[in-house]
């Protein structure tokens, strides 16, 4: 039996096309904001998008806070991640540290 036989042709192209669509979804939520998940509750303000630029090192450090607080689809998976740690694993999606401070 060849390798190339183990799976049909319709199968990798719909192997492919679903890899393809999962890596763009980030970006097609950051065009059109298709998420539509609450923003879980922070204490702390999202970082906007630099304004100036004084050095790269530092640009590109702010552009890095602004990406990670303004990735595509990052309230649904922030949802998922406190929801899978509740329901699946038993796991308090807060930090020991966090239940001590709320009840201190």
């Known amino acids: ?3 190339s036989k183990l799976m049909s042709r319709p199968a990798n192209v719909s192997l ?24 879980p509750n922070e204490n702390r303000t999202l970082s906007g998008f630099p304004k100036k630029f004084t ?9 890095g806070r602004f ?6 689809f990052r309230n649904q ?4 991640n406190s929801h899978w740690k509740r329901k699946l694993f ?3 999606p807060l930090s020991m540290t966090m239940l001590a401070w709320i009840f201190a």
């Open 16 to 39: 492919i096309l679903t890899f393809l669509a999962i890596l763009w979804l980030p970006t097609c939520d950051s065009l059109w904001e298709l998420d539509r998940c609450a923003s």
């Open 1 to 3: 039996m060849k390798c």
């Open 67 to 72: 990406f990670e607080d303004h990735f595509g």
């Open 77 to 80: 998976l922030v949802f998922w």
């Open 90 to 92: 038993n796991e308090s």
């Open 55 to 63: 050095s790269a090192g530092s640009y590109l450090t702010d552009f």
